[in-house]
T-cell receptor
Framework: GEEVAQTPKHLVRGEGQKAKLYCAPI?????VFWYQQVLKNEFKFLIS????????ETGMPKERFSAKCLPNSPCSLEIQATKLEDSAVYFC??????????????FGAGSRLTVL | DQQVKQNSPSLSVQEGRISILNCDYT??????FLWYKKYPAEGPTFLIS?????DKNEDGRFTVFLNKSAKHLSLHIVPSQPGDSAVYFC??????????FGQGTILTVHP
């Protein structure tokens, strides 16, 4: 499709539970990015993929966060043992090729995670 | 640390007038700056970008200026329209697509 599709739109979890978010990038886009936005503040980069390979994971909290992009499946971001501070909107974005300023990131509508 | 700062949390402008949104950065190592616009409950939407080798880029009502000596970036919207009311984020982009965002500025355009 021509849009980045994220599911679910809203997810509620009790502290300590697992949360899993999904992202279908635009067909033909090679790069996928995950960003976290807490309390409408600035976006924090988490991880990027080039096809199914991790490209840059410098923003990922190593202990509880993991992500995958497998062939013929939506990409996923999983949080084990959620904490209150994980409450945020998680945005997925994709781009067609190595970024050049002309190939900009297209963002999905986001998945709001609420940890109670 | 490659910081991108938007020091004005909000801006209010009358319809038809110019809106000027500002952004400062602290490190010169970048490939592109971009401006994204965001409505509530939606993802950011790309507006305009500028490469490090340029001083100005224009697209319709939107113009971005880059002052490298001052490490300052600005977005001009002329004329402003009520539909421009949104949160505007400047972002630094690297060649491999990673974006570093500013904190955002809420623009309100009054009819």
């Amino acid at each position: 499709g021509e849009e980045v599709a994220q599911t679910p739109k809203h997810l509620v979890r009790g502290e300590g539970q697992k949360a899993k978010l999904y992202c279908a990038p635009i067909k033909g886009h090679s790069y996928v990015f995950w960003y976290q936005q807490v309390l409408k503040n600035e976006f924090k980069f988490l991880i990027s993929f080039q096809n199914e390979n991790v490209f840059d994971e410098t923003g990922m909290p190593k202990e509880r966060f993991s992500a995958k992009c497998l062939p013929n499946s939506p990409c996923s971001l999983e949080i084990q043992a959620t904490k209150l501070e994980d409450s945020a909107v998680y945005f997925c974005a994709s781009s067609p090729d190595r970024f050049s300023g002309a190939n900009v990131l297209t963002f999905g509508a986001g998945s709001r995670l609420t940890v109670l | 640390d490659q910081q991108v700062k938007q020091n004005s949390p909000s801006l209010s402008v009358q319809e038809g007038r110019i809106s000027i949104l500002n952004c400062d950065y602290t490190n010169s190592m970048f490939d592109y700056f971009l401006w994204y616009k965001k409505y509530p409950a939606e993802g950011p939407t790309f507006l305009i970008s500028i490469s490090s080798i340029k001083d100005k880029n224009e697209d319709g009502r939107f113009t971005v200026f880059l002052n490298k000596s001052a490490k300052h970036l600005s977005l001009h919207i002329v004329p402003s329209q009520p539909g421009d009311s949104a949160v505007y984020f400047c972002a630094r982009g690297t060649s491999y697509g990673k974006l570093t965002f500013g904190q955002g500025t809420i623009l309100t355009v009054h009819p």
